[in-house]
């Protein structure tokens, strides 16, 4: 009997119903997929056409390889019930990684499809636990951890989660779970575990590189690069909660002007708009928004506007898009996806009728105003109860594909934008899933509150989204939640959180600061809340002094900041760099999570609890400049460095 075949340059396996087919895609790259009872699927969640690549196929009865440069697939059989193993060797034969042995009486199998009702399966995928091994990557997760090994992580979306299921191993791989059902992975100490709560075959992609640098171009090459960030993401946005009219708008950005202070952006907020879903001003409070527009780009300032993907039931769109079927549908109950100020459900992101009728929407009452820029909140999409399988989309049930959907939100944009003749489209997002780079998802970490231990977790996950593969992403400076504009406390975090801002992807100011602003129309009638001021003078002169010097920073960076930017477009870089990412040879940088490499020239060293004025700093091997005394530290250990109220430690790499 034949089990293994060559077939069109892939490698194949069948028995029990199973096939399996392993293909060389990309650099050092291989795709691997599994289904039973049917025929491999090629879908396309993340992937693009693989290129071409120099394989090699060996066949014999008990065994197989395919060799893809610097990474082999083993295909091993069993004697016994004939049960096929596949383990992944690098270019030396180091073992990178290999399924669970499921040749024993427990019967519990590597490749696992559990039936469901309806003919699709429950899948999960286990290999064995390696001892030594840290993981990293897998999009944000509000932890302070960055090595996963030993953690449980939920596959799915929430406000201020994002799942991007690409990990790399300190073993010298990277792997994708390219499968947007929900789900979780399991990275224990015994084995790796990857389930689906649904899905048709199993499907995921495994890279070999010689470094971190080369494995995050290996899967660029493979998902996408990001556009080249435009010249107003490398300056300074201003934003809060919630600019609610025209002329304060203005006033705001005037202010800065007169001040002598450079912002690049400033932002509306969500509930500019008549109902939600209506996708236009509300003219009562945006009288001429085009006038706006223009005034501000003659003071060099670009206009973000959120755009929300919920259409309220009583939006003027909402009973076309209802009957066009553009919305997402609920499996039971309501047709109800949240209730915030009004019950809404969700547009539909999976559907290219839906994106195009978003598109047009937005084109004609802000594209064709002049605004170049949007603020895609609300991405995951952020469903009430987070029910996950009570949602259906187009293209299958939210069990499914569900964390596909904040893509799909930015490529509506993207293609929108690009069909117009813009280059380099980036919008900020709440949410990605993988792929979202190549569709400009500049990510920020959600609806955070404004404390010190979410400060910490917004570091580590900045880190985790840049190893993932998603290289714009910032975080809403002082966080979002609860943050009171005169309290002491507060407006230390604030500077501290400001300070590490200027060594960001991008340096963006928002929350919602109390107390809380009442607004109403002409009539009296109440509308949504704006909370307090939130611009750099609001937190008393001490705070204005030590921002406005950190604005000033941020613009000598600018030179060094696009050079981070064209790297992370060319190669698919990141700009916040792990320590174990710059230092992957280095024990001591394994599990550093309260410091960074600002590209490959800055070590970053925020100050993260009240009160400190000096912290620790690992500085590797090298020579390093204290960029704020001047002072040069031989590396090799840990230092003590100051940190008054008025800096963070940062150390310039001068020779490695």
């Not at 009973?319 to 499996?331: D, F, K």
Request: glycine share 8%; proline share 5%; net charge negative.
């Amino acid at each position: 009997m034949q089990y293994f075949r060559n077939e069109g340059g892939s490698l194949i396996f069948r028995n029990h119903g199973e096939t399996l087919m392993i293909t060389p895609w990309g650099r050092d790259s291989l795709r691997v997929r599994s289904v039973i009872m049917g025929d491999i699927r090629d879908d396309r969640f993340a992937l693009l056409d693989p290129g071409d690549t120099d394989c090699r196929i060996t066949v014999s009865e008990s065994e197989a390889e395919i060799e893809n440069g610097r990474i082999t697939a083993r295909l091993t059989l069993s004697s016994w019930k004939k049960y096929m193993k596949i383990s992944f060797y690098d270019q030396n034969g180091e073992l990178l990684l290999r399924e669970v042995d499921d040749y024993n009486a427990l019967q519990i199998r590597a490749r696992h499809f559990e039936p469901a009702t309806g003919g699709d399966f429950r899948l999960r995928v286990s290999f064995e636990g390696i001892d030594g091994e840290h993981i990293y990557g897998m999009g944000q997760y509000q932890e302070e951890m960055i090595d996963w090994k030993g953690a449980v992580l939920e596959l799915a979306h929430r406000n201020s989660q994002a799942s991007v299921p690409f990990m790399i191993s300190s073993r010298g791989y990277g792997l994708l779970w390219h499968n947007p059902a929900i789900g979780r992975v399991s990275f224990g100490t015994n084995r790796t575990v990857w389930e689906a709560e649904s899905a048709k075959q199993m499907d995921y992609w495994i890279t070999a590189g010689s470094s971190p640098h080369a494995i995050s171009r290996n899967y660029a090459e493979a998902t996408g690069f990001p556009p080249m960030m435009p010249e107003y993401g490398l300056g300074f946005w201003q934003c809060k909660l919630r600019y609610w009219n025209q002329e304060q708008v203005l006033s705001v950005a005037r202010e800065y002007r007169m001040r002598g202070l450079k912002i690049d952006v400033i932002v509306i907020d969500f509930f500019h708009w008549p109902r939600m879903g209506d996708y236009r001003f509300d003219p009562e409070f945006f009288p001429d928004p085009g006038a706006m527009v223009k005034e501000l780009k003659e003071m060099g300032i670009e206009l973000m506007v959120s755009v929300w993907p919920q259409v309220a039931l009583t939006s003027e769109n909402y009973e076309e898009m209802y009957q066009e079927g553009l919305l997402v549908r609920a499996e039971y109950g309501e047709q109800i996806g949240m209730r915030f100020v009004e019950d809404s459900m969700f547009l539909d992101a999976t559907n290219p009728r839906a994106r195009k009728y978003l598109w047009k929407k937005i084109k004609k009452n802000y594209y064709d105003l002049g605004i170049r820029i949007f603020w895609l909140d609300e991405a995951e999409p952020e469903y009430g109860t987070y029910d996950f399988k009570n949602y259906r989309y187009s293209i299958g049930s939210n069990l499914q594909i569900g964390n596909i959907y904040p893509q799909m939100f930015s490529r509506a944009f993207y293609e929108g934008m690009t069909e117009e003749g813009q280059k380099d489209p980036v919008n900020l997002v709440r949410c990605a899933w993988a792929g979202s780079q190549r569709y400009g998802a500049l990510v920020w970490s959600g609806d955070i509150m404004c404390r010190w231990e979410d400060f910490r977790r917004q570091v580590c996950a900045g880190l985790s989204m840049g190893t993932a593969g998603i290289p714009w992403w910032t975080t809403d400076i002082g966080g979002f939640h609860d943050g009171w504009t005169e309290n002491d406390d507060f407006r230390e975090l604030i500077i501290r959180w400001f300070e590490w801002g200027c060594y960001c992807p991008v340096m963006r100011i928002h929350g919602d600061r109390k107390p809380v602003v009442k607004v109403t129309r002409k009539d009296g009638t109440p509308v949504l809340d704006s909370g307090s001021d939130n611009e750099v003078w609001s937190f008393g002169e001490k705070a204005y002094g030590i921002m406005t010097s950190y604005m000033r920073r941020r613009e000598d960076l600018r030179p060094y900041i696009r050079e981070l930017m064209e790297e992370a477009h060319e190669k698919g870089l990141p700009l916040m760099r792990a320590m174990w990412y710059s230092f992957p040879s280095d024990p001591a940088c394994a599990e550093i999570k309260d410091q960074y490499m600002f590209g490959d020239r800055y070590l970053v060293a925020p100050v993260m609890y009240p009160g400190m004025r000096s912290r620790d700093v690992y500085l590797p091997e090298g020579n390093w400049k204290n960029t704020d005394t001047g002072e040069t530290v031989k590396g090799g250990s840990v230092i003590k460095a100051d940190a008054p109220l008025e800096r963070i430690p940062v150390f310039e790499l001068i020779q490695r």
